[in-house]
Every structure is written in C-alpha cells, then in structure tokens.
C-alpha cells in the first residue's frame, strides 16, 4: 500500500529545456500567498457578493500538503552519482544517470521526459510523459493528461526487470475552491484485488483547508479501509499542516524567516510501531555564491546535511551529502556531479 | 626439654635469634598492618551515621566524576561532529564570498580609482588617472 501512495505523488518532473516546467506547475503556490484578503474592501460593493466572502482558490492536490516542508530537509546520499541532463528540443529531454555504491548496486538509468504541445497555462503543458529504464531492464513510466479544463489523469507503471510491481491510473478533479481525486492502484481482475484511494481537499477560508483520504484495499478474502483527515492553514510566511488517521498522526510546519533561510519542523506518530519522530530542518540558499545548504536533525540523534553548489560558468552542478547517526555510530556520505 | 617447651609461649622474642633483628622485624611488620589497622581504628571513634554519611558521598562524588566525564566525552564528540556537518560548510562558503567581494572592490578600486570601490564613499575630486601612478 505504501508504495502505491508514493508512487501516487506528482512525478520528479525534470524541466524541458527551455520548456514549461511540467508537473511542478501543478500549485507551486498555496492559496494564502497569492490571495490578499478582499473582504474588509468594500461589503457594499455593486457585486453580487451576498454572503461578502473572498474568492476562494483552488487549495492544491492532497499529497502536495506535506511537500513544502518535505523539501526543507536533505536526501541522504551515499556512493557517487553522474548524471547528464539534455535537451534535445523545446518538448523532449534526456538524461543518463551513473550510480556507483558501495552498499547497494551500481548501474546505469537512461530517463526520457516528452512534454506535449497542448499548454494550458504558462508553465504547464500536456501530455507530459516520463519513463525510466534501468541496466537491469527496471522501467518507470508515467503519462499525465489534462482531458478537460478541469480533469487531469495520470497512469503510472513500474517494473522490476520483467515483472509489473506497480501499475496504476489517477484522475483529479480540480473545481473552484475544492480538489477531488482518485487512484486505482494495482487492479487485478483475475484475482479480485486492488487498491482504491480517494483524496478530496476543500478550501474553507483563504488560509484554511480541510481535506480526507479513504484508503480501500481489497485482497481475495480481506478488505480493508483506512481513513484520515488532512487540515492545512496558511499564513503570511507559514504553512502548518496536520494529518490524523487511524495509523497515526503527521504535523509539518514550515516557516520562511527570510529570503534567504527556510525552516520545517516535523513531528510523525506511528501507533502501528509505537514510536514518534521529531525533525528540524533548515535550508539556507545563498545565490550570489550559488550555494545551497540543507541540514536537518532529528529526535533519533541522527544528523545530516546537502550541499549543493553551482560550479559556474560550467553548467556543472556539485552535491555533497553526509549523514551521522550517533546513536548507532553509523556514518554515510555521498557526492554526486550533474551536468545540464 | 619442658623448660624449653615452655619459653616459646610466653611473650617476647624467642632466644634462637639475635634479639635486635627479631625486634626490628616483629616491630616492621607489626607497623605495617598496624598502620592501616591504626587508621581504620581512628574512623571507628566516629558515630556509624557519619561514617556511612562519608562513605555515602565519597562514592558517589567518585561515580559522579566518572559519569560526568564519560558525559562530557561523548557530548564533545557529539558537538564537534554536528557541527562539522550543518555549520561548517555554511561558515566556509559565506566567507569565501565575502573574500571574493573584498576582493572585487580592491581590484575596482585599483583599477578605477580610489572612490569608486566605497558604496557612499565622498564625491569624487580626484580624477582616475592609474597610469600615472
């Protein structure tokens, strides 16, 4: 279950060169940031404002809650990682990635982005197709599509060398203050199995809102179905977000101080494993050495920290990454050098 | 042969050896347990509370001491790391730009004159002249 919900989160989205930047687009930007409060303008005003509320704007899709925050903190790095990024036109892009590790395998993924002509807005464009495919013959595919101005569907597929792991569709409803969705994940007719997910994220004030998700998951003599319940409020230069379910509880909080320095805090219960996490991160973006550095420490004594350095005029991009567990003593580090 | 049975029992030293010696030795020895056995029964005049009061707290002033500096090992070992890992590459790179810049402005100001390099520096008088220099 849990990888169909990873699987089910926006694709990475490399950015075509020169090209709209695909799936990122989606809602780079929570309602509270844009929209400046209208109500204490003019309640007498010649519209029809008869209940005098302020717009509300569409709140965003149900994974991207948690995002903002997610990205304040580094990716633990380990071994060395090569990649190379072409455009080979305004629609399509390539990009060969080399890992070599030390605790896991070494290889080689050739990765293909085809952003279409179809565009509905100034960084968006569809269909948006993605694939990935490995030395080992392990393929990631995913195909995005605005079917309507208001429908966008997505099939996602994963493979692991032969064998189909992952396979599934995706259809989100934006309406005007409300994002509804739904995913099927894994259906097999043959065996009668299969996972449904429904998402729904409604806009209450331009700060607020308030969203579920129903899990259903359904194997040849066992269904189960695991609800929870998503809350986010934005404000001026803060987004605090609270999910509550059955299996647990997950409250992010992120703040931007200044232009230059962004925090997130997280805190994440388990009841199925009894253990709670808290996390700090920070992101501190230095443009002028183009620099960028995130660290975070964590409530199991864990320590880490990415560099991310810009090696002008080169389009040469250099990562640094280090990971320090002082409760076990355990030691990672990585580096890795991407070109384009 | 019951006289000579009879001399070992009583006290003093036996008359086979040297009496000096057998003094020495008896006394050396006898000091030497005797010492610690004196000490020890100093402490004895001392009520039990404030004996078990002293021993009490000198083993735990000994525990403590030892506890503190395990702490105070692994918490340097800790901190060092840490930050040598989130503040050491911040510190390392905002000081390389700040360098960077100084030195921009050194070159700009030899290059182009002493008044050009200072953001707010006074009206410029002194025409730019380099070559001169």
Redesign the interface.
Request: glycine fraction near 10%; include cysteine; aromatic fraction near 8%.
């Given at each position: 279950m849990g990888s169909v919900l990873a699987a089910a989160s926006p694709s990475p989205a490399p950015a075509a060169a020169g090209a709209s930047q695909g799936v990122q687009g989606l809602a780079s930007v929570p309602p509270g940031f844009t929209m400046p409060p209208l109500s204490s303008v003019s309640p007498t005003s010649g519209q029809q404002t008869a209940d005098a509320e302020p717009p509300l704007a569409n709140p965003g899709t149900y994974e991207e809650c948690h995002r903002k925050c997610k990205e304040v903190f580094p990716l633990q790095m380990e071994g060395v990682r090569l990649v190379v990024n072409k455009g080979l036109s305004n629609h399509f892009q390539v990009s060969h990635t080399v890992t070599l590790s030390t605790l896991g395998d070494s290889g080689y993924r050739f990765g293909s982005t085809y952003v279409g002509t179809k565009q509905t807005g100034p960084a968006e464009s569809f269909p948006v197709m993605v694939g990935d495919m490995d030395n080992t013959g392990s393929l990631n595919a995913q195909i995005i599509h605005q079917l309507a101005s208001a429908v966008r569907t997505k099939i996602a597929i994963q493979t692991q060398q032969h064998k189909f792991v992952n396979w599934q569709c995706d259809m989100e409803w934006r309406g005007e203050d409300f994002t509804a969705a739904v995913t099927l994940g894994n259906p097999d007719i043959t065996v009668g199995s299969g996972i449904l997910v429904g998402h729904y994220l409604q806009s209450i004030t331009p700060a607020l809102a308030l969203g579920g998700e129903v899990v259903y998951h359904r194997r040849p003599g066992e269904e189960v179905a695991v609800t929870s319940l998503l809350g986010r409020y934005t404000g001026d230069n803060y987004v605090a977000t609270l999910t509550l379910g059955a299996a647990g509880g997950h409250a992010t909080y992120y703040h931007k101080a200044t232009d230059q320095l962004q925090i997130g805090v997280e805190f994440e219960a388990n009841t199925r494993m009894q253990d709670t996490t808290t996390s700090f991160g920070y992101q501190?973006d230095?443009p002028?050495?183009n620099?960028l550095?995130k660290?975070t420490?964590d409530s199991n004594w864990m320590?880490?920290?990415t560099?991310e350095?810009k090696l002008l005029p080169l389009p040469l991009t250099l990562a640094?990454g280090?990971f320090?567990n002082?409760r076990k003593h355990k030691f990672q580090c990585g580096f890795g050098v991407t070109i384009g | 042969m019951p006289t000579i049975e009879e001399l070992p029992p009583a006290e003093g030293p036996a008359p086979s050896r040297p009496p000096a010696d057998e003094i020495d030795d008896d006394e050396d020895e006898d000091l030497d347990e005797t010492l610690m056995e004196r000490l020890w029964g100093l402490t004895e005049m001392f009520p039990d509370t404030i004996r078990t009061a002293a021993e009490v707290s000198a083993s735990c002033s000994v525990s403590l001491a030892k506890t503190f500096y395990g702490f105070s090992r692994s918490a340097l070992w800790v901190g060092t790391t840490s930050f040598m890992i989130l503040v050491l590459p911040v510190v390392f790179e905002t000081e390389r730009l700040q360098l960077e810049q100084q030195q921009l402005q050194q070159q700009r100001q030899i290059l182009l004159g002493p008044n050009t390099g200072m953001s707010g520096g006074m009206p410029g008088m002194m025409p730019p002249a380099p070559g001169k220099m």
């Amino acid at each position: 279950m849990g990888s169909v919900l990873a699987a089910a989160s926006p694709s990475p989205a490399p950015a075509a060169a020169g090209a709209s930047q695909g799936v990122q687009g989606l809602a780079s930007v929570p309602p509270g940031f844009t929209m400046p409060p209208l109500s204490s303008v003019s309640p007498t005003s010649g519209q029809q404002t008869a209940d005098a509320e302020p717009p509300l704007a569409n709140p965003g899709t149900y994974e991207e809650c948690h995002r903002k925050c997610k990205e304040v903190f580094p990716l633990q790095m380990e071994g060395v990682r090569l990649v190379v990024n072409k455009g080979l036109s305004n629609h399509f892009q390539v990009s060969h990635t080399v890992t070599l590790s030390t605790l896991g395998d070494s290889g080689y993924r050739f990765g293909s982005t085809y952003v279409g002509t179809k565009q509905t807005g100034p960084a968006e464009s569809f269909p948006v197709m993605v694939g990935d495919m490995d030395n080992t013959g392990s393929l990631n595919a995913q195909i995005i599509h605005q079917l309507a101005s208001a429908v966008r569907t997505k099939i996602a597929i994963q493979t692991q060398q032969h064998k189909f792991v992952n396979w599934q569709c995706d259809m989100e409803w934006r309406g005007e203050d409300f994002t509804a969705a739904v995913t099927l994940g894994n259906p097999d007719i043959t065996v009668g199995s299969g996972i449904l997910v429904g998402h729904y994220l409604q806009s209450i004030t331009p700060a607020l809102a308030l969203g579920g998700e129903v899990v259903y998951h359904r194997r040849p003599g066992e269904e189960v179905a695991v609800t929870s319940l998503l809350g986010r409020y934005t404000g001026d230069n803060y987004v605090a977000t609270l999910t509550l379910g059955a299996a647990g509880g997950h409250a992010t909080y992120y703040h931007k101080a200044t232009d230059q320095l962004q925090i997130g805090v997280e805190f994440e219960a388990n009841t199925r494993m009894q253990d709670t996490t808290t996390s700090f991160g920070y992101q501190l973006d230095v443009p002028k050495a183009n620099f960028l550095f995130k660290g975070t420490v964590d409530s199991n004594w864990m320590v880490g920290a990415t560099i991310e350095k810009k090696l002008l005029p080169l389009p040469l991009t250099l990562a640094l990454g280090a990971f320090l567990n002082h409760r076990k003593h355990k030691f990672q580090c990585g580096f890795g050098v991407t070109i384009g | 042969m019951p006289t000579i049975e009879e001399l070992p029992p009583a006290e003093g030293p036996a008359p086979s050896r040297p009496p000096a010696d057998e003094i020495d030795d008896d006394e050396d020895e006898d000091l030497d347990e005797t010492l610690m056995e004196r000490l020890w029964g100093l402490t004895e005049m001392f009520p039990d509370t404030i004996r078990t009061a002293a021993e009490v707290s000198a083993s735990c002033s000994v525990s403590l001491a030892k506890t503190f500096y395990g702490f105070s090992r692994s918490a340097l070992w800790v901190g060092t790391t840490s930050f040598m890992i989130l503040v050491l590459p911040v510190v390392f790179e905002t000081e390389r730009l700040q360098l960077e810049q100084q030195q921009l402005q050194q070159q700009r100001q030899i290059l182009l004159g002493p008044n050009t390099g200072m953001s707010g520096g006074m009206p410029g008088m002194m025409p730019p002249a380099p070559g001169k220099m």
